[in-house]
């Protein structure tokens, strides 16, 4: 499995209890959504290796992993830091107008003004917001992934339409 074809789900805190369990952070919004999962991808040095989730439960706002095969807090422990990763395909379905970031790499921004700005290269993820990195003319537009200028998503057309704030735009383009 290459990492490119899986999204990251999240990351395996430290062992918990004594029957093998996991203390984990999903790296998502709805993290019941992956209650039923049947297997995990860790990622072990460059690869990604496939574990069996035999559990998935909540308790206190936490969420704690029983992987098949791990049995004892010392087998737990070694997966402390590891990466968890889901191929692409097998993410939920989010319904009508939601999506998942990386649907957005590639989609063209449209502006209400200024018309086509460009196609999204990446969304990065800042601790104090999202921003949608944009190819405008060669150059690297920063737009924040908010509510107040993402007017809409259409994953079918493949474009995000915004509404840039005044000289947004103009503050990349000047030399």
């Known amino acids: 499995m290459r990492i490119e074809d899986c ?3 999240g990351t395996i805190v430290k062992k918990h209890g004594l029957r093998g369990e996991v203390l984990v952070t999903f790296d998502v919004d709805e993290p ?3 209650e039923e999962v049947e297997a995990i991808f860790l990622k072990e040095g460059e690869s990604l290796l496939p574990y069996f989730v035999e ?3 909540f308790s206190n706002q936490r969420v704690i992993v029983k992987f098949e095969g791990v049995d004892t807090p010392e087998q ?4 402390k830091g590891m990466e968890m990763y889901l191929p692409l395909e097998v993410l939920p379905d989010l319904g009508e107008g939601k999506y998942y970031y990386h649907e ?3 989609m063209q921004v449209i502006d209400k003004e200024a018309g086509d700005i460009g196609k999204v290269l990446n969304v990065l993820d800042l ?3 999202m921003l949608l990195q944009v190819d405008h003319k060669e150059k690297e537009v920063l737009i924040p992934l908010s509510d107040d200028i993402v007017v809409s998503v259409d994953k079918k057309l493949q474009k995000i339409d915004v509404d840039l704030p005044d000289g947004l735009l103009d503050l990349y383009l000047e030399d």
């Open 32 to 34: 019941g959504m992956y």
């Open 127 to 129: 601790t104090s917001q």
């Open 55 to 57: 559990d998935v439960h």
């Open 76 to 79: 737990a422990d070694e997966f």
């Open 104 to 106: 957005l790499i590639g």
């Open 7 to 9: 999204y990251h789900l």
